[in-house]
């Protein structure tokens, strides 16, 4: 009798295991994105929708700057490599102009690889992109406590593709307002 009981005991355990586990969805585990144009659309004859800042003119405000459509929050990244191009600097220099100006602002800037690499690998090449442009920024007179960083790697491709056009998208760091 006490070994058909713990025998019970011991199936009911096993499917209530086996019944928990299903496949692993990787899109219920990662972080949900943040829409960065979530913000008002002031003044913008686009029709685009933009994020503003907390300054009363347009300039101040940061239109555009964190808009994804017009990518002057992404800095791209010649392959393997961290260092930031004559592009990246010009839209840092934007950024930074911004975000001194409104030390309440916070970013995340976010490393990302293309699909080249092992995965360990392409997360460390995606925070040294990252903590390039946090170095940039810092050096430019934003404050740490504005800027936080993240490396996606390769797990958040920008454009889907196997090919140098694709894979030139996906190299970048981007400046999310948070």
Request: proline share 3%; glycine share 8%.
């Amino acid at each position: 009798m006490l070994k058909k009981t713990l025998v019970a005991l011991i199936t009911v355990a096993a499917m209530a295991g086996c019944a928990s586990k299903g496949t692993h969805d990787t899109q219920a585990t990662m972080p949900t994105p943040v829409d960065s144009n979530a913000g008002s659309s002031v003044g913008d004859t686009s029709g685009q929708p933009v994020q503003i800042g907390d300054q009363s003119d347009a300039a101040s405000r940061g239109i555009g700057l964190f808009d994804t459509n017009l990518k002057a929050n992404v800095i791209y990244f010649a392959f393997d490599s961290s260092e930031i191009d004559s592009d990246g600097t010009a839209k840092i220099e934007k950024l930074a102009k911004y975000l001194t100006a409104n030390p309440s602002a916070k970013v995340r800037i976010e490393g990302n690889t293309d699909e080249r690499g092992t995965r360990e690998y392409n997360v460390g090449l995606g925070e040294r992109r990252a903590n390039a442009v946090q170095s940039a920024l810092q050096a430019r007179g934003v404050s740490a406590q504005q800027l936080s960083v993240i490396s996606y790697g390769e797990e958040r491709p920008a454009a889907a593709g196997h090919d140098e056009a694709a894979w030139a998208q996906n190299r970048r760091a981007v400046v999310v307002r948070q």
